[in-house]
């Protein structure tokens, strides 16, 4: 006979041992790698809601980062005298106006990477709590095919989770109130 059914028998139970212990142990255990999702969720869909395009080098706590938070030409109307942006109460970091800066900016893709083309000159202001950050540039920023950046050089807050931040912009030729630009959500793991 070719086949010894003893042996046969032996291979079935390693073999179901193996497979066995393949669903007790969870892949992620081995997976080294973070996976990042592509999704963002909101609670109360509201159809005002703006999403706004954003990038960061670093997302870890307590870890040196640049964050921009971009003004693409479709997400202007006309022309901007001055930028607003709301910051979360619970987003603690190091905020100071010198690290903060507006520029025109390259948005990186697949094979580039995301940089300052030139810097726009503009008085920065943060109010004293660091809810609120006002940005004035000297001349305005024009509504053409170029992209603007607010660029934060700061440390990310020591807790983890997402931020929410509000721009605001006023446009030349109407009245003083600033209207909305659209919302970034940044995740610190």
């Not at 179901?16 to 007790?24: C, D, K, M, N, W």
């Not at 170029?146 to 912009?169: E, M, T």
Request: aromatic residues 14%; positive net charge.
């Amino acid at each position: 006979m070719l086949h010894n059914p003893k042996k046969i028998l032996k291979n079935t139970k390693i073999l179901s041992f193996i497979l066995f212990t393949s669903f007790l142990i969870p892949i992620s255990f081995f997976n080294t790698n973070e996976g990042k999702a592509g999704l963002e969720f909101q609670w109360d869909g509201n159809p005002n809601f703006k999403k706004l395009r954003w990038f960061q080098k670093n997302s870890s706590k307590s870890a040196r980062n640049t964050i921009f938070f971009f003004l693409r030409p479709f997400d202007r109307k006309a022309d901007l005298l001055k930028i607003n942006m709301k910051i979360p109460k619970t987003f603690k970091s190091t905020l100071k106006e010198e690290k903060i800066t507006l520029c025109q900016v390259k948005i990186g893709g697949f094979d580039t990477r995301t940089k300052c083309i030139k810097n726009i000159p503009a008085d920065i202001e943060i109010n004293e709590d660091k809810t609120s950050l006002d940005i004035f540039p000297y001349s305005p920023i024009t509504a053409d095919k170029d992209s603007y950046a607010v660029v934060f050089k700061i440390f990310n807050p020591r807790k983890s989770g997402l931020y929410q931040f509000h721009s605001y912009g006023q446009y030349i030729g109407e009245n003083p109130v600033s209207s909305y630009l659209g919302s970034s959500t940044i995740v610190i793991d």
